[in-house]
């Protein structure tokens, strides 16, 4: 069973930048990818980016060109910076995993960690 651990969320300045982070400290297993969603308040969860073991990565239209998302296999994390940030990143951050295929805008992963809150003040 995968569990993973979120940190790295809190306030954050418009223009700022902010670094996130997720640990699966017991996985025993070798998972194929690694993702980021977001949920705003009163709205849908929205994908925000995965990276696969292989080096595909994938970022959501609306953080596409601000985010990088990186792994670290060999430490079990997976780890998101958003630069230039906005209000409207202002969301529960929810690192996903899923072993045997990609994570994407449509498809994600059964593991998720319990969320980290970034609150984006202008």
């Known amino acids: 069973q995968e569990q993973l651990v979120e940190s790295g969320g809190g306030w954050v300045q418009t223009g700022g930048s902010l670094n996130l982070s997720c640990v699966d400290p017991?996985?025993?297993?070798?998972?194929?990818?690694m993702g980021w969603f977001r949920q705003a308040p009163g709205k849908e969860r929205e994908f925000v980016a995965s990276a696969t073991f292989v080096g595909d990565v994938r970022y959501g239209r609306s953080v596409k060109g601000r985010a990088t998302i990186s792994r670290d296999d060999a430490a079990k994390s997976v780890y998101l910076h958003l630069n230039n940030v906005k209000p409207e990143d202002t969301a529960i951050y929810y690192c996903?995993?899923?072993?045997?295929?990609?994570?994407?805008?449509?498809?994600?992963?059964?593991?998720w960690g319990r969320g980290t809150p970034v609150t984006v003040s202008s």
């Open positions: 996903n995993a899923r072993v045997d295929g990609k994570i994407d805008g449509q498809v994600s992963g059964p593991y």
């Open positions: 017991e996985s025993t297993l070798s998972i194929f990818s």
